[in-house]
Nanobody, 125 residues
Framework: QVQLVESGGGLVQPGGSLRLSCAASGIINEYHHIGWFRQAPGKEREGVSAFDTSNDSTYYADSVKGRFTISRDNTGNMVYLQMNNLKPEDSGVYYC??????????????????WGQGTQVTISS
């Protein structure tokens, strides 16, 4: 059974940092891409970052480049999103997602098959 479980969300002040974690099971050796997406109230879901396991490439939305870093451990069981210099517009529910297919549009959420339940991130003073 595929399971993605996010953790690490919380409330931080602008300029602060958070590290989100995603524990993956059931597809450890099968997923081709794993990524982070977020959704703020009243807004569409946005692709934040993705990891391509075929070549260890990483992808970022323009809005987070230079501030966020995606990584995973050697087993592939854990995927992380280090978020620095956080801004109020980074607030939202963050989801971990994975797909077993190769996809060209790495930050297109509709192309991902498996999703976690999400973790809330709030940036506010």
């Amino acid at each position: 059974q595929v399971q993605l479980v996010e953790s690490g969300g919380g409330l931080v002040q602008p300029g602060g940092s958070l590290r989100l974690s995603c524990a993956a099971s059931g597809i450890i050796n099968e997923y081709h891409h794993i990524g982070w997406f977020r959704q703020a109230p009243g807004k569409e879901r946005e692709g934040v970052s993705a990891f391509d396991t075929s070549n260890d490439s990483t992808y970022y939305a323009d809005s987070v480049k230079g501030r966020f870093t995606i990584s995973r451990d050697n087993t592939g069981n854990m995927v992380y999103l280090q978020m620095n210099n956080l801004k109020p517009e980074d607030s939202g529910v963050y989801y971990c997602a994975a797909t077993t297919a190769w996809i060209a549009r790495k930050l297109e959420g509709a192309l991902y098959d498996y999703w976690g339940q999400g973790t809330q991130v709030t940036i506010s003073s």
